[in-house]
C-alpha cells in the first residue's frame, strides 16, 4: 500500500518580482505552505520551459516574465503562478489581466490610460520609464503608452525596434528604454543619453540579462562578464577591477550606482559611492553573499550564514539587527530597511516615518513589499498589516484572503484569492480603488488560470452487465492538469444541446462521447464512449480507435477484442462495435450498420446465438444485458430480446407492440423499457421485477430506473421514489424515505438500497439494511456525498472533500486484509470509486490506485499502477487504463481467470478523444 496521503493543495505566497523602473526593481520571495497549518513546505521550483528545478520552502523570483510551477513529494498535483501581473512607474500601475491583456490606471500622462494596441495580447512582461509604459509580448513583440510615446516623441519606440519579434526582456531608466532579443542582442530607445548605445556592446551576442540605475544600464553577458553605459554618475562606466571580472552571477542597482555578486560569494560596486558605487573593505573580503539588493541609495547583501551586510548611505545596522543570523529576505524604502526573519518576525532601522518603525506583535509574515516611504507585510493567513506613510489603518476587513502584494512608487496592490484587487497609497499613483478598472476585478489571478484539463473516471458500462454484482453509473470528474483540483466545467453528451455545469457528472449515456469544456474557453476535452464490459472468465474491449495501422472508422466505433478463458479473439477480431454489453455466458455488440452479433464466452451458451429475426434488424440503437438474456433497443422505439424467458428472454406481446421506448434497464432476472411518455414496462421474473404493480403502471413522471439483485426502484421527477419486485430486498420502500422529495439518484446492492438526496445527504434500506448495512456513526449527519458505489455487500459513498466512507457485511474484511480504515480512509483525493465483486477500488487525483480485496498481497507499488485515468471491473477483476493507453489488471491470480492483456491491445486504447 501507498503510504503519501494527499493534503490539500500547496499554498503559494509572496509577489512575482516586479519589472519597474530603477531601482524601484526588487525581487521578490515566494514561499510554500501547507495550506491547512500555514507551516513552510519543501518544494520544487521550475520555471516553464526549464529542466531543472530548485529545492526549498522559499524561492527569490529572477524570471517573472515566465510562468513557475511548484510541487512537493507529499502533495498531490502541482501549482502555477502566473507571470508578474502587475508593473508600473512612479506614477501609474499596469495589470495583467488572465486575458493576456494589459490595462492601467493612475495619472493619465504617464500611462494611467488603457494602452488600445494590436500587439496587446499574450503579455509576459510589462517595464516603465518615470513617465511612460512599454509591455512585451509572448510573440516577442513590444508596444509603448504614456508621455513622449507618440511618433517622433522622445519615448516613441524607432520603427526598427517595432519590427522585431524576438524580444525576450524589457527594462527601464527614467528617461530610456532597453531589450534584451533572443540573439543575445540588446536594442535602446529614449533619450539621447539613454539611446547612445556604445558600438562594441551593441555588437554583442551574449548578453543574458539587463537592469537599470536612474540614468545608466548595466547587462550581464553569458562569459561572466558586465557591460555598462548611460551617465557616468548613475553607473554607466564600469572600473577596471569590475570590467576584467569573468564570474559576475547577479546585479543590482540603486539609483546611481549598480552592485554585482561574484560566483565566489564576493561583491563588487561602480558608481556614485554615496549611492553604494563602492563596497567598503571589510564587505569586499566577504565570499559567502547569496544576494543582494537596491534601494534609492543603499545596498543590502545577505550571507549564506543568515547575517545582512550593508553599504551607501544607510551603513550602519543596529548591533541587534546585526547578529541576526535568521534572515531570509530584506527589502528597502528610501530610507529604511526591513528584513525578514525565519520565525516570521520583522525588523528594520533607519527613518520611523518611511517604515523603519515596525508595529508591534507583528508576526507570522512571509512576505515583505515596499514602497518609496511604506511597508506592507503579507502574513501566512492572508492578512496584511502596513505602516510608514501609508498604512493599514481601517483597511483591515478589506486587506483579507491575499496571496500577494506589489507596489509602485507610492501605491500597494494586492491580488486576493477571489482573483480582485486591493489598491491603497497615493491616489495620484494608482491608490485609488475609484481608479481600478471595472473589467480588471475577478479577472486577475496569482495562480495561472487552468490551461489543461484532465478528465479521470471510468464510463459507466453500458447495458446493465451479468448483474452478479451491482453495476451501476459511473461518475466521471474534472480536474485541472497541473493542480490535480476540481474544476467545473460544461459537461456535455455529443450529438445532445443540454448541458450540465459541474465539476463531476455521472455518466448516464456511455454510448455516446462526453465533452467537458471550461466555460468561456476552447479548452475541451472528449471522451470516448465506453469501451469496456466483462462476465467472471472474459474481457472485452471495443468501441475505440484501437489498431491504428488497421482502422479508418470513426473514432466511436472500433474493432473488437477479446481475452480470458472460452473463445478465441481471432473469431470477433473483425467486428466493430458502437456498443458492448454481456451476460454470464456471452457477449454482444451493435455494429456501425445497427445490427446485433454475440458469441460465446463458454460451450452451450443459450445467450450466444442471435434469433434470425434479431439477427436481420440494422436498426438496433442500444442493447442490455442481465444475467441470462439480452434485451435490445430499435431506432423505432420498440424493443426485443432472447436468452432464457425467466430472465427476460422472452417479450410479452404488449410490450413488443410498443413503439415509443426510449431506454432499457436490466435487473438480474427481468427488464424494464422507460418509454416517452414517462411510463414504464417490465417483464421477466415476477419476484425479480419482472411483474410491475398497477399503481405504478399508472405513473407518467418516471425519470430513471434503477436495478437491484431482487427489486426495481424507479426514481421520479418530483424527487420521489417507488419500488417493486421482492419485499424484504429493498421493494418495501421505509415510509420516512417514501415521503422525500429531494432524491437525486438511487445506487444498488445485492438486495439493498441507498439514495442520494440533493442535501448531500444518504438513506440506505432493504435486507439487513439495519444489521450489516448499518451506516456508520455519524454518517447521518454528513451533507457532502457527491456519490454512491455498491458492492455486492457494501456502498462507498464518494464525499465533495475526495474522502470515502464504507458501509456493509464486508468492510469488515476490507479492513483485515485491505485495510480500508488505514489506508483509503484517510485519503483526501479520490476522484472515482469503482467496485467488484465485493472488491474496492479508488482512483487518486495523482493516478495512483487504493484498493481493498480478499488478497494479502496487492502489486500497489509497480510502475504500472501508476497515471491511471480510469478503472473499470468485473466481478473478481479490476482493470486500470493508463495515461499511455495500457491496461493493468488487479488482483490478477488463479481465482480470476485473465489470461493477460492481448500485446496488440497494450497502448493501443484510447480514454479520450484525440484533438484535431
Same mark, same amino acid.
Given at each position: 500500500m501507498t503510504?503519501?496521503?494527499?493534503?490539500?493543495?500547496?499554498?503559494?505566497?509572496?509577489?512575482?518580482?516586479?519589472?519597474?523602473?530603477?531601482?524601484?526593481?526588487?525581487?521578490?520571495?515566494?514561499?510554500?505552505?501547507?495550506?491547512?497549518?500555514?507551516?513552510?513546505?519543501?518544494?520544487?521550483?521550475?520555471?516553464?520551459?526549464?529542466?531543472?528545478?530548485?529545492?526549498?520552502?522559499?524561492?527569490?523570483?529572477?524570471?517573472?516574465?515566465k510562468?513557475?510551477?511548484?510541487?512537493?513529494?507529499?502533495?498531490?498535483?502541482?501549482?502555477?503562478?502566473?507571470?508578474?501581473?502587475?508593473?508600473?512607474?512612479?506614477?501609474s500601475?499596469?495589470?495583467?489581466?488572465?486575458?493576456?491583456?494589459?490595462?492601467?490606471?493612475?495619472?493619465?500622462?504617464?500611462?494611467?490610460?488603457?494602452?488600445?494596441?494590436e500587439?496587446?495580447?499574450?503579455?509576459?512582461?510589462?517595464?516603465?520609464?518615470?513617465?511612460?509604459?512599454?509591455?512585451?509580448?509572448?510573440?516577442?513583440?513590444?508596444?509603448?503608452?504614456?508621455?513622449?510615446?507618440?511618433?517622433?516623441?522622445?519615448?516613441?519606440?524607432?520603427?526598427? $525596434?517595432? =519590427? #522585431?519579434n524576438? !524580444?525576450?526582456? @524589457?527594462?527601464?531608466?527614467?528617461?530610456?528604454? &532597453? %531589450?534584451? *532579443? +533572443?540573439? /543575445?542582442?540588446?536594442?535602446?530607445?529614449?533619450?539621447e543619453?539613454?539611446?547612445?548605445?556604445?558600438?562594441? $556592446?551593441? =555588437? #554583442?551576442?551574449? !548578453?543574458?540579462? @539587463?537592469?537599470?540605475?536612474?540614468?545608466?544600464? &548595466? %547587462?550581464r *553577458? +553569458?562569459? /561572466?562578464?558586465?557591460?555598462?553605459?548611460?551617465?557616468?554618475s548613475?553607473?554607466?562606466?564600469?572600473?577596471?577591477?569590475?570590467? #576584467?571580472?569573468?564570474?559576475?552571477?547577479?546585479?543590482?542597482?540603486?539609483?546611481?550606482?549598480?552592485?554585482? *555578486?561574484?560566483?565566489?560569494?564576493?561583491?563588487v560596486?561602480?558608481?556614485?559611492?554615496?549611492h553604494?558605487?563602492?563596497?567598503?573593505?571589510?564587505?569586499?573580503?566577504?565570499?559567502?553573499?547569496?544576494?543582494?539588493?537596491?534601494s534609492?541609495?543603499?545596498?543590502?547583501?545577505?550571507?549564506?550564514?543568515?547575517?545582512?551586510?550593508?553599504?551607501?548611505?544607510?551603513?550602519?545596522?543596529?548591533?541587534?539587527?546585526?547578529?541576526?543570523?535568521?534572515?531570509?529576505?530584506?527589502?528597502?524604502?528610501?530610507?529604511?530597511?526591513?528584513?525578514?526573519?525565519?520565525?516570521?518576525?520583522?525588523?528594520?532601522?533607519?527613518?520611523?516615518?518611511?517604515?523603519?518603525?515596525?508595529?508591534?506583535?507583528?508576526?507570522?509574515?512571509?512576505?515583505?513589499?515596499?514602497?518609496?516611504d511604506?511597508?506592507?507585510?503579507?502574513?501566512?493567513?492572508?492578512?496584511?498589516?502596513?505602516?510608514?506613510?501609508?498604512?493599514?489603518?481601517?483597511?483591515?476587513?478589506?486587506?483579507?484572503?491575499?496571496?500577494?502584494?506589489?507596489?509602485?512608487?507610492?501605491?500597494?496592490?494586492?491580488?486576493?484569492?477571489?482573483?480582485?484587487?486591493?489598491?491603497?497609497?497615493?491616489?495620484?499613483?494608482?491608490?485609488?480603488?475609484?481608479?481600478?478598472?471595472?473589467?480588471?476585478?475577478?479577472?486577475?489571478s496569482?495562480?495561472?488560470?487552468?490551461?489543461?484539463?484532465?478528465?479521470?473516471?471510468?464510463?459507466?458500462?453500458?447495458?446493465?452487465?451479468?448483474?452478479?454484482?451491482?453495476?451501476?453509473?459511473?461518475?466521471?470528474a474534472?480536474?485541472?492538469?497541473?493542480t490535480?483540483?476540481?474544476?467545473?466545467?460544461?459537461?456535455r453528451?455529443?450529438?445532445?444541446?443540454?448541458?450540465?455545469?459541474?465539476?463531476k457528472?455521472?455518466?448516464?449515456?456511455?454510448?455516446?462521447q462526453?465533452?467537458a469544456?471550461?466555460?468561456g474557453?476552447?479548452?475541451?476535452?472528449?471522451l470516448?464512449?465506453?469501451?469496456?464490459?466483462?462476465?467472471?472468465?472474459?474481457?472485452?474491449?471495443g468501441?475505440?480507435?484501437?489498431?491504428?495501422?488497421?482502422?479508418?472508422?470513426?473514432?466511436?466505433?472500433?474493432?473488437?477484442?477479446?481475452?480470458?478463458?472460452?473463445?478465441?479473439?481471432?473469431?470477433?477480431?473483425?467486428?466493430?462495435?458502437?456498443?458492448?454489453?454481456?451476460?454470464?455466458?456471452a457477449?454482444?455488440?451493435?455494429?456501425?450498420?445497427?445490427?446485433?452479433?454475440?458469441?460465446?464466452?463458454?460451450?452451450?451458451?443459450?445467450?450466444?446465438?442471435?434469433?434470425?429475426?434479431?439477427?436481420?434488424?440494422?436498426?438496433?440503437?442500444?442493447i442490455?444485458?442481465?444475467?441470462?438474456?439480452?434485451?435490445?433497443?430499435?431506432?423505432?422505439?420498440?424493443?426485443?430480446?432472447?436468452?432464457?424467458?425467466?430472465?427476460?428472454?422472452?417479450?410479452?406481446?404488449e410490450?413488443?407492440?410498443?413503439?415509443?421506448?426510449?431506454?432499457?434497464?436490466?435487473?438480474?432476472?427481468?427488464?424494464?423499457?422507460?418509454?416517452?411518455?414517462?411510463?414504464?414496462?417490465?417483464?421477466?421474473?415476477?419476484?425479480?421485477?419482472?411483474?410491475?404493480?398497477?399503481?405504478?403502471?399508472?405513473?407518467?413522471?418516471?425519470?430513471?430506473?434503477i436495478p437491484?439483485?431482487f427489486?426495481?426502484?424507479?426514481?421520479?421527477k418530483?424527487?420521489?421514489?417507488?419500488?417493486?419486485?421482492?419485499?424484504?430486498?429493498?421493494?418495501?420502500?421505509?415510509?420516512?424515505?417514501?415521503?422525500?422529495?429531494?432524491?437525486?439518484?438511487?445506487?444498488?446492492?445485492?438486495?439493498?438500497?441507498?439514495?442520494?438526496?440533493?442535501?448531500?445527504?444518504?438513506?440506505?434500506?432493504?435486507?439487513?439494511s439495519?444489521?450489516?448495512?448499518?451506516?456508520?456513526?455519524?454518517?447521518?449527519?454528513l451533507?457532502d456525498?457527491?456519490?454512491?458505489?455498491?458492492?455486492?455487500?457494501?456502498?462507498?459513498?464518494?464525499?465533495?472533500?475526495?474522502?470515502?466512507?464504507a458501509?456493509?457485511?464486508?468492510?469488515?474484511?476490507?479492513?483485515?486484509?485491505?485495510?480500508?480504515?488505514?489506508y483509503?480512509?484517510?485519503?483526501?483525493?479520490?476522484?472515482?470509486?469503482?467496485?467488484?465483486?465485493?472488491?474496492?477500488s479508488?482512483?487518486?487525483?495523482?493516478?495512483?490506485?487504493?484498493?481493498?480485496?480478499?488478497?494479502?498481497?496487492?502489486?500497489?507499488?509497480?510502475?504500472?499502477?501508476?497515471?491511471?485515468?480510469?478503472?473499470?471491473?468485473?466481478?473478481?477483476?479490476?482493470?486500470?487504463?493508463?495515461?499511455?493507453?495500457?491496461?493493468t489488471?488487479?488482483?490478477?491470480?488463479?481465482?480470476?481467470?485473465?489470461?493477460?492483456?492481448?500485446?496488440?491491445?497494450?497502448?493501443?486504447?484510447?480514454?479520450?478523444?484525440?484533438?484535431?
Amino acid at each position: 500500500m501507498t503510504t503519501l496521503y494527499f493534503t490539500q493543495q500547496l499554498k503559494i505566497m509572496g509577489a512575482r518580482t516586479q519589472n519597474s523602473t530603477s531601482y524601484l526593481f526588487t525581487r521578490h520571495r515566494l514561499v510554500a505552505l501547507d495550506n491547512t497549518t500555514g507551516e513552510p513546505v519543501i518544494a520544487d521550483w521550475q520555471y516553464d520551459g526549464e529542466s531543472t528545478s530548485i529545492s526549498g520552502n522559499s524561492f527569490i523570483d529572477t524570471q517573472p516574465h515566465k510562468k513557475l510551477y511548484i510541487s512537493s513529494a507529499d502533495y498531490t498535483g502541482r501549482a502555477t503562478l502566473n507571470v508578474s501581473n502587475i508593473d508600473g512607474n512612479f506614477f501609474s500601475v499596469a495589470a495583467r489581466k488572465n486575458d493576456g491583456t494589459v490595462t492601467s490606471w493612475g495619472l493619465d500622462s504617464c500611462g494611467g490610460v488603457p494602452p488600445v494596441n494590436e500587439r496587446n495580447h499574450d503579455i509576459i512582461a510589462v517595464a516603465g520609464s518615470n513617465q511612460s509604459l512599454c509591455a512585451l509580448n509572448a510573440n516577442g513583440q513590444i508596444f509603448s503608452w504614456g508621455f513622449q510615446t507618440a511618433p517622433g516623441q522622445i519615448m516613441a519606440i524607432p520603427d526598427n $525596434i517595432l =519590427a #522585431l519579434n524576438d !524580444i525576450i526582456e @524589457i527594462r527601464g531608466n527614467e528617461t530610456g528604454m &532597453a %531589450a534584451l *532579443r +533572443a540573439s /543575445g542582442q540588446i536594442v535602446v530607445w529614449g533619450s539621447e543619453n539613454a539611446s547612445d548605445l556604445p558600438a562594441d $556592446i551593441a =555588437a #554583442l551576442i551574449d !548578453i543574458v540579462d @539587463i537592469q537599470a540605475s536612474s540614468g545608466a544600464f &548595466a %547587462a550581464r *553577458r +553569458a562569459n /561572466g562578464h558586465v557591460v555598462a553605459w548611460g551617465h557616468i554618475s548613475n553607473g554607466g562606466k564600469l572600473t577596471v577591477e569590475v570590467e #576584467l571580472l569573468n564570474d559576475i552571477v547577479d546585479v543590482q542597482s540603486t539609483s546611481y550606482a549598480f552592485s554585482a *555578486r561574484r560566483a565566489n560569494g564576493q561583491i563588487v560596486a561602480w558608481g556614485d559611492e554615496a549611492h553604494g558605487g563602492k563596497v567598503p573593505d571589510i564587505l569586499a573580503s566577504l565570499t559567502d553573499v547569496v544576494d543582494i539588493a537596491g534601494s534609492l541609495q543603499t545596498f543590502i547583501a545577505r550571507r549564506a550564514s543568515g547575517h545582512i551586510v550593508t553599504w551607501g548611505t544607510s551603513n550602519y545596522i543596529p548591533a541587534e539587527i546585526e547578529l541576526m543570523d535568521d534572515i531570509v529576505d530584506a527589502q528597502m524604502t528610501d530610507a529604511a530597511v526591513i528584513v525578514l526573519r525565519s520565525n516570521g518576525q520583522v525588523a528594520a532601522w533607519g527613518d520611523d516615518s518611511k517604515g523603519a518603525m515596525v508595529p508591534t506583535g507583528l508576526n507570522n509574515v512571509v512576505a515583505l513589499t515596499t514602497t518609496m516611504d511604506s511597508v506592507a507585510a503579507l502574513k501566512s493567513d492572508g492578512r496584511v498589516v502596513c505602516w510608514g506613510k501609508y498604512t493599514s489603518e481601517g483597511m483591515l476587513p478589506e486587506l483579507k484572503d491575499i496571496q500577494a502584494v506589489y507596489a509602485n512608487h507610492e501605491s500597494f496592490f494586492a491580488i486576493k484569492t477571489d482573483n480582485t484587487l486591493i489598491v491603497w497609497g497615493n491616489t495620484h499613483s494608482g491608490g485609488d480603488m475609484a481608479d481600478v478598472p471595472a473589467d480588471l476585478q475577478g479577472n486577475i489571478s496569482f495562480y495561472a488560470p487552468t490551461a489543461r484539463l484532465k478528465l479521470m473516471g471510468a464510463r459507466s458500462p453500458m447495458g446493465g452487465g451479468t448483474q452478479t454484482y451491482p453495476v451501476g453509473v459511473r461518475m466521471i470528474a474534472a480536474l485541472d492538469a497541473d493542480t490535480l483540483q476540481p474544476v467545473q466545467v460544461m459537461w456535455r453528451y455529443v450529438d445532445e444541446d443540454s448541458e450540465i455545469l459541474s465539476e463531476k457528472l455521472t455518466d448516464t449515456n456511455p454510448e455516446k462521447q462526453l465533452q467537458a469544456c471550461l466555460p468561456g474557453s476552447n479548452i475541451q476535452v472528449t471522451l470516448t464512449t465506453a469501451n469496456m464490459t466483462g462476465n467472471y472468465g472474459h474481457l472485452i474491449w471495443g468501441a475505440g480507435d484501437f489498431f491504428e495501422n488497421e482502422m479508418s472508422v470513426l473514432q466511436d466505433q472500433g474493432l473488437v477484442t477479446t481475452w480470458g478463458c472460452g473463445l478465441s479473439s481471432a473469431q470477433v477480431a473483425k467486428q466493430l462495435a458502437t456498443q458492448l454489453v454481456c451476460t454470464e455466458d456471452a457477449f454482444a455488440l451493435i455494429n456501425p450498420e445497427g445490427q446485433v452479433f454475440a458469441w460465446p464466452s463458454v460451450p452451450k451458451s443459450v445467450c450466444g446465438t442471435v434469433p434470425e429475426n434479431i439477427s436481420s434488424l440494422k436498426d438496433v440503437v442500444a442493447i442490455s444485458s442481465n444475467s441470462n438474456a439480452f434485451v435490445i433497443l430499435r431506432s423505432g422505439g420498440q424493443v426485443d430480446a432472447w436468452g432464457y424467458q425467466n430472465a427476460g428472454g422472452k417479450v410479452p406481446a404488449e410490450i413488443k407492440a410498443l413503439n415509443d421506448c426510449v431506454q432499457v434497464y436490466a435487473g438480474s432476472e427481468a427488464f424494464v423499457a422507460l418509454r416517452k411518455t414517462g411510463e414504464i414496462v417490465a417483464w421477466g421474473f415476477p419476484t425479480s421485477g419482472g411483474t410491475l404493480p398497477e399503481d405504478i403502471a399508472q405513473l407518467n413522471d418516471i425519470v430513471a430506473v434503477i436495478p437491484g439483485t431482487f427489486a426495481i426502484v424507479a426514481l421520479r421527477k418530483n424527487g420521489q421514489i417507488v419500488a417493486w419486485g421482492s419485499q424484504n430486498s429493498g421493494a418495501e420502500i421505509p415510509d420516512a424515505v417514501k415521503q422525500l422529495t429531494d432524491i437525486v439518484s438511487v445506487t444498488a446492492c445485492n438486495a439493498v438500497f441507498t439514495a442520494l438526496r440533493a442535501t448531500g445527504q444518504v438513506v440506505t434500506w432493504g435486507q439487513g439494511s439495519n444489521f450489516g448495512y448499518k451506516q456508520p456513526d455519524g454518517m447521518s449527519e454528513l451533507t457532502d456525498f457527491t456519490s454512491v458505489s455498491g458492492a455486492y455487500q457494501a456502498f462507498v459513498g464518494l464525499r465533495s472533500t475526495g474522502q470515502v466512507v464504507a458501509w456493509g457485511p464486508i468492510v469488515n474484511n476490507w479492513n483485515t486484509n485491505g485495510d480500508f480504515d488505514k489506508y483509503i480512509a484517510p485519503l483526501t483525493d479520490i476522484v472515482a470509486v469503482t467496485t467488484g465483486l465485493n472488491m474496492l477500488s479508488v482512483l487518486r487525483a495523482n493516478g495512483e490506485i487504493a484498493c481493498c480485496v480478499f488478497i494479502d498481497e496487492l502489486p500497489f507499488d509497480q510502475p504500472q499502477l501508476k497515471n491511471i485515468r480510469a478503472i473499470y471491473s468485473i466481478p473478481q477483476c479490476f482493470c486500470g487504463l493508463a495515461e499511455d493507453g495500457t491496461l493493468t489488471l488487479w488482483p490478477s491470480n488463479s481465482d480470476v481467470y485473465v489470461d493477460g492483456v492481448p500485446p496488440a491491445l497494450q497502448g493501443n486504447i484510447l480514454y479520450e478523444v484525440p484533438s484535431k
